[in-house]
C-alpha cells in the first residue's frame, strides 16, 4: 500500500447513520477469527474513505448535479 496525505476534516451526520456506520465498522472487525494489527482494523472512517472512492469511481456528471437530491436521484438512492 502506498504512503496516503491525509487532511482532517469535522463532518456532522445524522445520528442513525452515526450508529450504523459504528456498527458495521464492528461487524467488520467482528469477522475476522484472528487479531488484526491496529493500523488494518475497520472503523467509521475507513468506512467514509470506501464511500468516497465509490463516488470517485463513478460516472456521474458532476456538472450536473447541483443537489443532495440530485445526487441521490443520479446513484438510484432517491427516497432514502
Known sequence: M???DYKKMSLKI???QH???TERAQQVRNNN???VPAGE???PNQLI???ISYLMATDVD???IQSQDD???ELGLEGL
Open 49 to 51: 474513505e470506501v464511500a
Open 41 to 43: 482494523r475497520v472503523y
Open 33 to 35: 477469527d484472528a487479531p
Open 62 to 64: 458532476w456538472n450536473m
Open 71 to 73: 445526487l441521490m436521484g
Open 19 to 21: 450508529t450504523w456506520l
Open 2 to 4: 502506498t504512503e496516503v
Open 14 to 16: 445524522p445520528c442513525d
